[in-house]
C-alpha cells in the first residue's frame, strides 16, 4: 500500500473570530473534521497558523487540531510569531519525516517582518546537506512560499525571492520529486523538469478560486509518482 501524507496551510486563527471576513477557528474545526474521517500517515502544515502570532491563537490551534492524533510537522508562514509558535509546538517545528522510501524535509522561507520569503546561502547549503545524507530514495521540499509565478492573480513579488537559487541547488538531486507550498491561498499544480509543484489552499479562505475550503492529500508511490488531490468542503 502507497503511503500518504495531508497538507493543511494558512489557517489565520486570530483571538478575533473573524478574519479577512470568515470565523477561520469554525472553519479549520471543519477541515480537522474531515480529516479525521481519511486514511493518510502523516500531517504537514505549512505555515500562517495563526494571523497575528499570539500566544492564545497557538493554543487556540493546538486544540483544534486534537482530534487529528498523526504526528504533524508544523512550518512557519509569515504571519506567524516564531518564538510563540515554537513554544506550542516545539517537538513538531520543521520536523522532517520519512514514509516508507519517501522523505519529506522542511524548510523555513520566512524572513523578519516581510511578506515575501527567502532562502540565506547557509539555508541552501543544509538543504544540500539534508538531501545528500538522506537514505530515502525520493524527496518532497516543502516550505510556506511558493517557488514559481502562480499563473493568477496572485501577486508574485510576494512569493520567494530567490527562486533560482533553490532550484539550482535541488536540481542536482533528481530524487526531489516534488516542492508543496501554502501562503497562496489556492490549490494549483505545476511541472519543472521533472519536479511536480503543489500549492495548498487555505483552510480559512481562498484569495482566488472557489469560495470552499480544502485542504491536499498526497500519494506516495513506490515508483516515485507523487499524485495530489485536492479536497474541497
Ligand atoms: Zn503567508
Redesign the pocket.
Known amino acids: 500500500m502507497p503511503k500518504s501524507f495531508i497538507q493543511i496551510s494558512?489557517s489565520h486563527i486570530d483571538d478575533e473570530k473573524l478574519v479577512m471576513g470568515v470565523d477561520s477557528q469554525a472553519n479549520l474545526a471543519s477541515v480537522v473534521e474531515h480529516i479525521s474521517k481519511q486514511s493518510y500517515d502523516a500531517l504537514v502544515v505549512s505555515?500562517?497558523l495563526s494571523h497575528n502570532g499570539t500566544m492564545s491563537s497557538y493554543i487556540q490551534i493546538k486544540e483544534i487540531l486534537k482530534p487529528l492524533n498523526n504526528n504533524a510537522s508544523i512550518l512557519p508562514?509569515?504571519?506567524d510569531n516564531k518564538s510563540n509558535l515554537s513554544k506550542i509546538f516545539s517537538n513538531s517545528l520543521l520536523c522532517n519525516f520519512q514514509l516508507n522510501d519517501w522523505e519529506i524535509i522542511t524548510i523555513d522561507s520566512v524572513q523578519n517582518e516581510k511578506?515575501s520569503g527567502r532562502l540565506s546561502n547557509q539555508q541552501l547549503q543544509t538543504l544540500t546537506d539534508e538531501i545528500k545524507l538522506s537514505s530515502a530514495k525520493y524527496i518532497v521540499l516543502c516550505l510556506?512560499?511558493p517557488v514559481v509565478p502562480m499563473q493568477s492573480s496572485w501577486n508574485d513579488d510576494?512569493s520567494l525571492e530567490n527562486p533560482e537559487d533553490f532550484f539550482d541547488t535541488i536540481s542536482q538531486f533528481p530524487k526531489v520529486r516534488a516542492v508543496i507550498w501554502?501562503?497562496?491561498h489556492q490549490s494549483s499544480e505545476f511541472n519543472r523538469d521533472s519536479i511536480k509543484l503543489f500549492s495548498c489552499p487555505s483552510t480559512a479562505v481562498q484569495f482566488c478560486g472557489p469560495s470552499s475550503i480544502g485542504y491536499n492529500h498526497y500519494t506516495l508511490h513506490d515508483n516515485g509518482e507523487i499524485n495530489c488531490k485536492t479536497r474541497w468542503l
Do not use: A
Open positions: 494558512d505555515g500562517d508562514g509569515n504571519h511578506v510556506h512560499h510576494l501554502g501562503h497562496t
